[in-house]
């Protein structure tokens, strides 16, 4: 294992990662996992209560993923989408269609490229329609939508966003309804629509100049799982609406179930002009993401000029291997009826949580499908990586975000790993040097 980490020190960059913090605290040598479970080289056992970054949805080594990846291995493992078609490709699109009533799949292979290519059809359709000059962004403060150079112009993370300011597009941020951040005795929902006032502010005076307003629904994770009513998404629907602004809803981490329904939107009865996917879409396989649009988009790219077309491309666009994967994920939510299965897990789980809830550090409280988070009222500098490092002598990943500790662990998780998970945050609550 030694080898396996100078190795990895000497030839791998790591993400998000200061190399230097690798010496005191070198990653995991994982060999194996085993549903929610990740095992190192030396056999030690670590649940994976962050779904590895979000993206796993029902385990490692899921026996009915591997066997459709391993069947269409046998088939044709990729094959350029210009020119070309294949049958899980186009099955995939049909059932995402089904499911957001959105009909038109673009595809990428990470999150970041979906915000690219839902920003890029966006300002492409004003354009068509003869209003260039509709080609602004908004997101809300503190929003995440990925970090390549575009995606980063509508992202709201300083610490992600500071050094590369002078490569960013600007953009305007709006207040987050982000429920913690209520003025005492106010509502969830009363400041949702207060925040929702500033945005019509907004557009009242830049529709003309605005393409569209890009949101994580529900959940703005990556600003340490800030949670919201949906009655802002309910109003942001209806003021895109009044003002012409297409709605972008970037469901890469909450989409597929993890808020407790497929689609964060459908909770707020909206349907947005573009839905984000990634993450969870291959239950944490391969890199898959996909762009869904409507009929009225899809139209204005029609036509017999070949620069009115929608001109992006990936080279691994609409992978079948990994749209493979979606269908099997797809087919275990449909086979297994996830989300009422996972509305049980939700309850029973915020009920094995609720000892941590009541801790003395710990405020907000929060908790949305298969999501739960607090924030510790004491967390001090270096506070996410003790704790990680203490979660990992307990034997569970988690990686709190700034003083924000949360689990998003995969849905085949049970009762009984859910207690370990719990007891692991009851002791390093329990830690004050944590
Ligand atoms: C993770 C994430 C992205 C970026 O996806 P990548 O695959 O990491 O590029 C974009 N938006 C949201 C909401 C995310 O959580």
């Given at each position: ?6 190795r ?16 005191a ?12 479970w ?40 990729h ?27 673009f ?90 006032d ?66 964060a ?9 573009f ?6 879409i ?38 079948p ?13 449909e086979?297994?009826n ?34 739960w ?32 500790v ?14 370990s ?14």
């Amino acid at each position: 294992m030694d080898d396996l980490l100078s190795r990895t020190r000497a030839a791998v960059w790591h993400p998000c990662t200061q190399m230097k913090a690798l010496e005191a605290t070198p990653p995991l040598a994982i060999a194996r996992g085993e549903g929610p479970w990740l095992i190192d080289t030396e056999g030690r056992r670590y649940l994976d209560a962050i779904s590895s970054w979000w993206v796993n949805l029902f385990g490692h080594c899921n026996p009915r993923i591997n066997a459709a990846i391993t069947d269409q291995l046998g088939r044709i493992e990729h094959v350029m989408l210009a020119g070309a078609t294949h049958e899980p490709v186009v099955a995939l699109s049909e059932r995402l269609a089904k499911l957001t009533g959105l009909g038109h799949a673009f595809y990428g292979s990470d999150g970041a490229s979906a915000t690219e290519i839902a920003l890029k059809m966006s300002a492409h359709f004003w354009r068509n329609a003869g209003q260039p000059e509709k080609n602004g962004f908004i997101s809300l403060k503190n929003g995440y939508h990925g970090e390549t150079v575009g995606a980063l112009s509508v992202t709201d993370i300083p610490l992600f966003k500071c050094t590369y300011a002078p490569l960013l597009r600007h953009t305007v941020q709006v207040p987050t309804p982000d429920a913690r951040l209520a003025e005492p005795g106010e509502s969830a929902e009363a400041f949702a629509l207060r925040c929702a006032d500033a945005l019509e502010a907004h557009l009242a005076g830049h529709a003309a100049t605005t393409a569209a307003f890009i949101v994580e629904p529900l959940v703005q994770g990556a600003a340490g799982m800030a949670m919201y009513h949906p009655a802002y998404l309910k109003r942001a629907r209806e003021l895109c609406t009044q003002y012409r602004v297409h709605l972008i809803a970037d469901e890469i981490a909450v989409g597929f179930g993890r808020t407790g329904t497929m689609f964060a939107c459908e909770q707020a009865g909206i349907r947005p002009d573009f839905i984000c996917v990634s993450k969870g879409i291959t239950g944490g396989y391969l890199p898959l993401s996909a762009v869904l649009t409507t009929d009225e988009v899809y139209a204005a790219f029609y036509g017999d000029a070949t620069a009115r077309g929608f001109l992006h491309s990936h080279s691994y666009t609409g992978n079948p291997l990994a749209c493979r994967a979606a269908l099997a994920v797809l087919d275990i939510f449909e086979h297994d009826n996830v989300i009422a299965a996972n509305r049980v897990k939700s309850a029973e789980f915020t009920g094995v949580l609720a000892e941590a809830a009541a801790h003395p550090r710990v405020r907000h409280f929060r908790h949305l499908g298969m999501i739960w988070a607090f924030d510790v009222t004491d967390a001090g500098p270096g506070f996410s990586s003790r704790f990680h490092q203490a979660a990992l002598a307990q034997g569970a990943f988690i990686r709190p975000i700034g003083g924000t500790v949360y689990v998003m662990p995969p849905y085949v998780t049970n009762a009984d790993e859910m207690r370990s998970l719990a007891d692991t945050i009851r002791v390093c609550l329990a830690d004050p040097r944590i």
